[in-house]
């Protein structure tokens, strides 16, 4: 019999439900929690299996909320909470960065917050500069956050159990695209380690450094840059905060060059933190300077003529993988047209609910 494969967003559900029935204090609360879509699908039917007491809706009142998320978590109970865009989360910044990361700090100890914020980000359908943003480093910049971008169903059921089974403040970011995503998921409990990167693809040319959605485009580049006969090799970040750099400095020194993929805009972004600790630890192995793969430094157009100019893709990722082997590249945008249709992952998207 083979590996059994589910879509991310059961992936996610199977945590949920798991983690619901080995402890009653898990609770799910947030935006669309119980609603009938069930946000992408990974709560539905979870509301009927556990009740309105441990699965229910929440006011459109970010700040107050995380508030209440905050609270309970202080008395014992382990809430999770759905913000259904990474930007409603923005107004309860106050409860995540000043709250929430800093207790068990400030109380030596005798005091943690066992607390999970989902937030979903990314891009698509053309969303534009409010709602398709990835600001994952933002969090990884507070001490006492723990930040996870799960890649895979596998990693999103065990690190979304390791989240809800830690002791401190845990916010784990879903892109969109990634829901219908399809992958080998082990039933029953399983955790996947926070902190710790996982090796997607060996290879001894570049070293190619990913999170998130952006670990899609650089698998689809490892297979073309294999073709060519350059074998890179790929890590998938998994956890930025705390992260283990070990693995990546160990490719580093192996490969000498070093791409890194980030779905986030370029300035200040967890791809420089990347590069600096490579830097810092491994400089006089590198034989070519670093490259960043990134949004660039502007906000997100809303136009489907803009946005398809605006993502980097696996061609991005080829060309810089080739400019570091001394190979000949292309203009991965070169064979974009402005009336292309760049902005869904595939025919079968139909929003960004």
């Known amino acids: 019999m083979g590996e059994r494969e589910l879509h991310y967003a059961d992936a996610l559900n199977e945590a949920l439900d798991i983690c619901m029935r080995r402890d009653e204090r898990v609770i799910l609360m947030g935006l669309g929690a119980p609603d009938v879509s069930g946000i992408f699908g990974s709560t539905t039917g979870l509301l009927e299996k556990h009740g309105p007491e441990r699965v229910f809706e929440t006011p459109i009142s970010e700040n107050a909320m995380t508030g209440v998320l905050l609270g309970a978590g202080l008395v014992g109970i382990r809430p999770v909470m759905t913000h259904v865009r990474q930007e409603f989360a923005m107004p309860a910044m106050e409860q995540i960065v000043n709250q929430a990361a800093k207790w068990h700090y400030m109380f030596g100890g005798q005091a943690s917050v066992p607390m999970v914020m989902r937030m979903i980000i990314g891009r698509g359908w053309g969303q534009g500069s409010q709602h398709s943003q990835s600001m994952h480093a933002w969090f990884a910049h507070v001490p006492g956050l723990r930040v996870l971008l799960p890649a895979t169903p596998y ?70 840059l294999a073709d060519d006969g350059v074998e890179a090799e790929l890590i998938d970040l998994r956890s930025i905060q705390p992260l283990d750099d ?19 805009n370029r300035n200040a972004s967890f791809a420089a933190e990347i590069i600096t600790r490579v830097v810092e630890q491994a400089l006089d192995t590198l034989k070519a300077p670093p490259v960043r793969i990134t949004l660039p430094h502007s906000p997100t157009p809303t136009t489907r003529a803009l946005s398809n100019y605006y993502y980097p893709t696996d061609g991005h990722i080829v060309a810089a993988a080739k400019r570091l082997m001394g190979l000949p590249s292309e203009d991965p945008f070169a064979s974009v047209a402005p009336e292309d249709t760049l902005d869904v992952p595939d025919p079968s998207f139909t929003g960004p609910f």
């Open 155 to 224: 990693d999103a059921k065990g690190l979304l159990i390791s989240a809800i089974e830690d002791e401190n403040p845990v916010v784990i970011l879903e892109h969109r695209w990634l829901y219908k995503t399809f992958g080998p998921v082990p039933e029953g409990h399983y955790r996947v380690p926070i902190g710790e990167p996982n090796l997607i693809h060996p290879g001894k040319d570049v070293t190619i450094v990913s999170s998130s959605y952006m670990t899609l485009e650089a698998t689809k580049a490892v297979r073309s």
């Open 246 to 264: 070990a693995m990546i400095l160990e490719s580093v020194r192996k490969t000498g060059r070093l791409v890194v993929c980030d779905h986030a």
